[in-house]
């Protein structure tokens, strides 16, 4: 069996349920979570023969930095209750594996200690309500070192869970959350995301923090267009890993149609949701990704054996891909287009 399989129930016999519940959960009925990974499966390969597979390299840039692998980790919350040194020991694995770390506003490590780590990041922002809060915390991640700005669209509100009994929220501790909020007596209306944004918030952003801007949360053609018209440097396909708008299409079929929508353009597209294999990666670059990203099997490898655990999760998804890409005559993945699938069964 593959190491990345057993990895989900490995982290479950080590985390409390509550927090096992929280990492894996969707939202409502869990139809898109559910889908995700089905809507990579689906897509058959047309590979190429008689081609020169005698050496791969799938490095490639996001943004200019240069990493040795097109496999990202996604921000994500509660690492500390994975790990007791959280993003610390996520940011750890990620740099030993040469890639990009996705760091959550929400995190439990200040943007100061990260920076320390060496490790490349991008801070997912979720502009609240109050704007002097983000505008504090988008400054403390510029003087931490963060290389761009992810800002998450997708979530004028929370998505709906269906728990029963304990939540993680009974079980966070001081020190587990929120560790680069502005000292200050916040209110909840302060932090609650602001529900009023519309395309100018990006060119607010660059010109705040004078880093480029990737938009999180796209599942459709125009909407990234709208984004790169109003200056927007990357565009990360995503339904939030299936915890906002339950029944919202499979990122593998959103893809193609994003895109193409920004094709010509300097803007990257990358893309989250359900990538368990190195097939799957080699089908997102195909279809126009230039990177991906995963998210819970981070926080499983996480759980359970801390950075060495997340660094073999990247190598071992890199070396996947790899051999995927000599099977389809692909030596680098600019030689991954669209033509490479068949329609998606």
Same mark, same amino acid.
């Given at each position: 069996? +593959?190491?990345?399989?057993?990895? $989900?129930?490995?982290?479950?016999?080590? /985390?409390?349920?509550?927090?096992?519940?929280?990492?894996?959960?969707?939202?409502?009925?869990? %139809?898109?979570?559910?889908?995700?990974?089905?809507?990579?499966?689906?897509?058959?390969? +047309?590979?190429?023969?008689?081609?020169? %597979?005698?050496?791969?390299?799938?490095?490639?840039?996001? /943004?200019?930095?240069?990493?040795?692998?097109?496999? /990202?980790?996604?921000?994500?919350?509660?690492?500390?209750?994975?790990?007791?040194?959280?993003?610390?020991a996520m940011a750890r694995g990620v740099s030993a594996a040469g890639s990009v770390l996705g760091v959550s506003s929400n995190a439990g490590s200040t943007?100061?200690?990260?920076?320390?780590?060496? %490790?490349?990041?991008?801070?997912?922002?979720?502009?609240?309500?109050? +704007?002097?809060?983000? +505008?504090?915390? /988008?400054?403390? &991640? %510029?003087?931490?070192?963060?290389?761009?700005?992810?800002?998450t669209v997708d979530t004028p509100v929370v998505g709906r869970k269906e728990d029963e009994g304990e939540t993680v929220w009974d079980l966070v501790e001081p020190g587990q959350l929120l560790a680069n909020l502005p000292a200050g007596d916040?209110?909840?209306?302060?932090?609650?995301?602001?529900?009023?944004?519309?395309?100018?918030?990006?060119?607010?952003?660059?010109?705040?923090?004078?880093l480029p801007v990737v938009v999180k949360g796209v599942l459709r053609g125009d909407d990234a267009k709208r984004c790169a018209d109003a200056g927007a440097a990357g565009i990360i396909v995503s339904n939030h890993g299936g915890r906002q708008l339950d029944g919202s299409i499979p990122t593998a079929r959103a893809l193609p149609?994003?895109?193409? &929508?920004?094709?010509?353009?300097?803007?990257?597209?990358?893309?989250?949701?359900?990538?368990?294999?190195? $097939?799957?990666?080699?089908t997102a670059l195909a279809l126009g990704a230039r990177a991906v990203f995963v998210g819970r099997p981070a926080l499983w490898a996480l759980a359970v054996d801390s950075t060495p655990g997340v660094a073999r999760l990247l190598t071992d998804l890199t070396d996947e891909l790899t051999h995927a890409m000599r099977l389809a005559g692909a030596p680098n993945p600019t030689a991954l287009t669209p033509d490479l699938l068949a329609e998606p069964r």
């Open positions: 069996m +593959r190491w990345i399989d057993t990895l $989900e129930s490995a982290a479950a016999g080590k /985390l409390p349920e509550a927090v096992h519940r929280y990492y894996r959960q969707g939202s409502a009925a869990g %139809v898109s979570v559910g889908e995700a990974t089905a809507a990579w499966s689906a897509y058959r390969f +047309r590979p190429r023969v008689l081609t020169d %597979v005698s050496s791969i390299d799938p490095g490639t840039t996001v /943004l200019g930095t240069p990493v040795a692998t097109p496999v /990202l980790v996604a921000p994500s919350t509660m690492q500390r209750m994975a790990d007791p040194d959280g993003e610390l943007f100061a200690e990260l920076g320390a780590t060496g %490790v490349p990041w991008w801070l997912q922002i979720y502009v609240v309500r109050n +704007r002097d809060l983000t +505008r504090q915390m /988008l400054d403390a &991640a %510029v003087a931490g070192g963060a290389r761009a700005v992810v800002l916040w209110s909840d209306d302060d932090l609650a995301k602001a529900d009023d944004l519309d395309p100018d918030v990006i060119g607010w952003l660059a010109e705040r923090t004078g149609e994003v895109a193409e &929508a920004v094709a010509g353009s300097n803007v990257e597209v990358y893309v989250d949701g359900g990538i368990r294999r190195g $097939e799957h990666i080699l």
